[in-house]
């Protein structure tokens, strides 16, 4: 009986060791414990970070009076922007002084206006010149009798009567009073005034611009001011403080620009730094334009070659988000936000700015209500 329970005790041990074995879970492979778990919520906002299509329906791309542009490709970028201060070059600014003193009888322009070589500015009425040619009738008689005299006495000396000296003494006279006479004809030419009237004109030394008028009807002027101030009509001149960073970068020959039109060349970069602006001087040459004024101060950029792939959009397709930048590329179904890099240079003078990377040539881009846009993204 004992030898009985055993043999049962062992069959049921067995029994339950078996299915023991058959209900044993799959084992976790090794590797598993060591991934990360995700959360639903996790990856939610991992999606959540990568910039994702604003779906646009045809009416609501009306209603926000949407435009774009085509991103294309960019053959110079602004190096640096630069506030400059617009001179005329050497010689094409002239000062136009009184000759005599005199009092103002009449203008004939005014500040701004444009003139030409040789023009009328004022007139002006100068006792200096009632005296002047009186001078020089007088140096006209003095000269008259000096001929006389020494044609007389030339005659008298050939035919032996006096002395050659008394000859050489007449001539020597004679040369005086055409000296006196051709002295006193100057002064008068130089005025552009007749004796007879008692006045005398200003007249414009150069064809251009009135940039400066300080004179009044009725006033008095001397010869040590210059009533009027003519900028010559030619090229102009942009002088910009360059940063100390940017020197060895500017160079003469490279191009500058103020607007689309106005495209001008770096004539001399000043390599002596000022004390406390630790700055250079740049000179620009610019050609003449109806918008340019001498004294004027304006933003000039400096252009270089772009880098290879760069492309140009409107400056208004770009919009900040936090420190990026970022375009809004058109899509089927709406707009989706891009993360760009832009040049560091300021925008050109076309109101453009380069992208280095991040958008593809062709690609359309949004260049109006860029800040509606960006406030559905943050809602999305």
């Known amino acids: 009986m004992t030898q009985k329970k055993w043999l049962m005790a062992a069959i049921f041990g067995a029994l339950a060791l078996a299915l023991a074995w058959w209900f044993k879970p799959a084992a976790q492979p ?6 990360p778990q995700h959360s639903p919520q996790s990856a939610a906002s991992e999606q959540s ?6 779906p646009l329906s ?11 542009a085509a991103a294309t490709a960019a053959d110079m970028v602004p190096i640096a922007t630069l506030p400059a201060l617009i001179a005329p070059p050497p010689n094409a600014r002239v000062a136009v002084a009184a000759q005599l003193p005199g009092i103002v009888t009449r203008i004939f322009v005014t500040e701004g206006d444009m003139v030409k070589a040789g023009q009328i500015l004022a007139s002006v009425s100068s006792r200096d010149l009632v005296s002047l040619g009186a001078e020089l009738s007088r140096a006209r008689a003095r000269l008259s009798v000096a001929e006389a005299n020494a044609k007389r006495i030339k005659q008298l000396s050939n035919e032996g009567i006096i002395a050659p000296a008394r000859a050489d003494e007449a001539d020597a006279a004679l040369r005086e009073a055409q000296v006196n006479v051709q002295e006193n004809a100057r002064l008068m030419g130089m005025t552009g005034g ?26 008095a002027i ?3 001011a210059a009533p009027f101030v003519i900028d010559g009509a030619g090229p102009l001149q942009a002088v910009a403080q ?3 960073r940017l020197i060895d970068s500017v160079h003469a020959g490279m191009r500058v620009a103020i607007a689309p039109d106005v495209i001008g060349e770096v004539m001399a970069v000043n390599r002596s730094l000022d004390a406390e602006t630790r700055s250079a001087t740049l000179t620009a040459r610019l050609p003449a334009a109806a918008a340019l004024r001498a004294g004027q101060s304006l933003s000039l950029a400096v252009m270089g070659p772009a880098p290879a792939d760069a492309l140009s959009v409107p400056a208004t397709a770009i919009i900040r988000m936090g420190d990026q930048h970022m375009v809004f590329v058109k899509s089927n ?7 760009v890099t832009i040049a560091d240079g300021g925008r ?6 380069t992208i280095l990377s991040g958008l593809k040539a062709g690609e359309q881009v949004a260049i109006s209500s860029v800040s509606e846009l960006k406030s559905l993204s943050r809602a999305d």
Not at 333 to 339: A, F, H
């Open 58 to 68: 045809a009416q609501q791309v009306q209603s926000l009076g949407l435009q774009f």
């Open 348 to 353: 050109s003078p076309s109101d453009t700015r």
């Open 30 to 35: 090794a590797n598993d414990s060591a991934k």
């Open 49 to 54: 970070a990568e910039p994702s299509e604003i």
């Open 222 to 224: 001397n010869p040590d």
């Open 333 to 339: 179904g709406g707009v989706t936000p891009r993360i």
């Open 242 to 244: 360059l940063p100390e």
């Open 194 to 219: 007749a004796s007879g009237a008692g006045g005398y004109a200003l007249t414009a030394p150069i064809s251009g611009r009135i940039s400066h008028l300080a004179v009044e009807t009725g006033k």
